[in-house]
C-alpha cells in the first residue's frame, strides 16, 4: 500500500484492468499450485511408508534378506 501510495505521490497513474481475465488467470494459478501441491505430497507420503516397511508388500519382487 505504502509503494502504491508513493507512485501516486511522485506522479504516478494507477490503471486497473479488466476483472474477467484476472479472475481466470488467478483461477489457473490456484488449480496448477493445488495439484502440485498434491503431488508433492502424495509423492512424500509414499517415500516415508516405503521406508518405513521395508519393500513394499505389493511388489512383485521381494527383496532377499539373510541367507
Given amino acids: 500500500?505504502?509503494?502504491?501510495l508513493l507512485g501516486l505521490i511522485?506522479?504516478?497513474?494507477?490503471?486497473?484492468?479488466?476483472?474477467g481475465p484476472v479472475l481466470v488467470k488467478q483461477l489457473g494459478s490456484i488449480v496448477?499450485?493445488?495439484?502440485?501441491?498434491?503431488?508433492?505430497e502424495e509423492t512424500v507420503w509414499a517415500g516415508f511408508f516405503q521406508t518405513r516397511s521395508?519393500?513394499?508388500?505389493?511388489?512383485?519382487?521381494?527383496?532377499?534378506?539373510?541367507?
Fill in 32 to 40: 496448477l499450485a493445488v495439484v502440485v501441491i498434491n503431488l508433492w
Fill in 1 to 4: 500500500m505504502i509503494a502504491l
Fill in 10 to 19: 511522485f506522479g504516478g497513474s494507477l490503471h486497473t484492468a479488466d476483472l
Fill in 54 to 67: 521395508g519393500w513394499p508388500k505389493w511388489s512383485a519382487e521381494p527383496v532377499q534378506r539373510g541367507c
